[in-house]
């Protein structure tokens, strides 16, 4: 039998499921409690998670709340951006990608308190168990883990009220009864799924969302901007130089305004089911249209591809937790070295939820306009060649046609 967990560090929020998880690892285990928030931009005051922290027995000193926005942007978001990735064709990977900070952060905190053990909410169907838990045994290969979902039996939200009702938990009265659907929300996105958003083919209602207008209902005006790249990683938005967060957070502003981001998805989760959610990436949406621009100007066409394949086995890598294994930093390691010369401006036409590219310019071009022009190009391109060039692409082709014949 394992020696007694003495002390834990949970990861929480302050709402019913972590809430209900702190006195239940009080009771279950007899064991100290550690909560640690995260401020990854979700835009919730989280002072009342730190108050409900307290009112449940957590001593003021085992009580961490970190603002982690900037480093979430700067070495998680941005590094994934480089590489153009992409879930299954189409998300962003916004929760995904926040798994691993926090995970991060909780080993570094469990080092600083002598905790043995750490703990996090997430259901045994879902993919967070195995992100979060990857991240941990990454980090500290001999931590013990506390999945509370995976071995209570508060199997519906009904039992938890009922646990937190008899354990004098604070419910919010818009926890009470079944919630109409589920959300995470974090600098980059919030994600949207269950009860309402279950069956497939009924269409997400209005009020799901949370982070964009409507884009039947965004200004009937375009808008331009502009937004600077180094080294591919954004720098400026309308010539205006901003941190990564602050960055982010403009163009969620932006991104907001006219509707941009939306994403109804049915995809295949790692433990095997397929789910349907609804994604609202506004922000990043936009950083993703106008990243993908400036590559188009500066990568040469062997890395551009050789990218476009990386990028379907990096977003895996993301998606199933595995930010922290050796080949997710070899691949990041690759795709870093074809971001040198991946600077310059982009220019995007906002409008009624999309983000157009309507130019784009970087002192590291390998666009000749002289090369292709259709007009006389002075000898910069001698088009004679090209017959060489394809007879020599075509001898295969012949000769397979003159065996087939």
């Known amino acids: 039998m394992s020696d007694p967990i003495k002390k834990v560090v949970l990861a929480y929020s302050g709402g019913l499921d972590t809430s209900v998880i702190l006195k239940w690892l009080q009771t279950e285990y007899g064991c100290e409690v550690v909560t640690f928030t995260a401020d990854l931009g979700q835009g919730e005051e989280l002072e009342p998670a730190r108050e409900k922290a307290l009112l449940l027995g957590i001593k003021p000193e085992n009580i961490f709340i970190d603002d982690l926005r900037e480093e979430f942007v700067r070495d998680y978001v941005f590094p994934m951006m480089r590489a153009n990735a992409l879930y ?49 045994y990454a980090l500290n290969p001999d931590i013990r883990v506390i999945a509370p979902w995976r071995e209570w039996d508060l199997t519906s939200r009904t039992k938890l009220i009922e646990f937190a009702e008899a354990h004098q938990i604070p419910i919010s009265k818009d926890k009470r009864g079944e919630a109409p ?9 919030t994600s949207s799924e269950g009860q309402v958003l279950e069956d497939p083919w009924e269409e997400v209602p209005d009020y799901v969302y949370s982070r964009t207008v409507n884009p039947e209902d965004a200004p009937d005006q375009p808008e331009t901007i502009t937004i600077d790249f180094e080294r591919g990683d954004g720098v400026a938005v309308n010539g205006e130089a901003l941190s990564p967060a602050a960055l982010l957070a403009k163009l969620n502003d932006l991104g907001r305004a006219h509707g941009i981001g939306r994403l109804d998805l049915v995809e295949n989760r790692f433990v095997g089911m397929k789910s349907r959610g609804m994604y609202e990436t506004p922000g990043g949406t936009i950083y993703a249209v106008a990243h993908r621009a400036i590559e188009q100007l500066t990568l040469d066409r062997g890395a551009a591809h050789l990218k476009d394949e990386l990028a ?33 401006t982009v220019r995007l036409k906002l409008y009624k939820g999309q983000a157009i590219v309507t130019g784009r310019k970087s002192p590291h071009s390998l666009y000749s306009e002289k090369v292709v022009t259709f007009e006389d190009d002075q000898g910069a391109y001698d088009q004679r060649d090209a017959a060489g060039f394809i007879k020599l692409n075509a001898l295969r082709l012949r000769l397979l046609g003159r065996r087939d014949r």
Not at 315 to 335: D, H, T
């Open 88 to 136: 299954e064709g189409l998300y962003l990977l916004g929760t995904s990608i926040a798994r691993p900070l926090i995970a991060k952060r909780q080993i570094e905190i469990a080092a600083l308190v002598g905790a043995d053990a750490v703990s996090h909410g997430a259901t045994g169907k879902g993919n967070d168990q195995v992100r979060f838990e990857l991240g941990y």
């Open 181 to 189: 659907f589920s959300t995470d929300a974090n600098l980059l996105h």
């Open 312 to 344: 379907v086995r990096y977003a895996e890598l993301v998606y199933n937790g595995f930010w922290f294994s050796p080949e997710r930093e070899m691949l990041q390691a690759a795709v870093d070295h074809s971001q040198a010369k991946v600077g310059g």
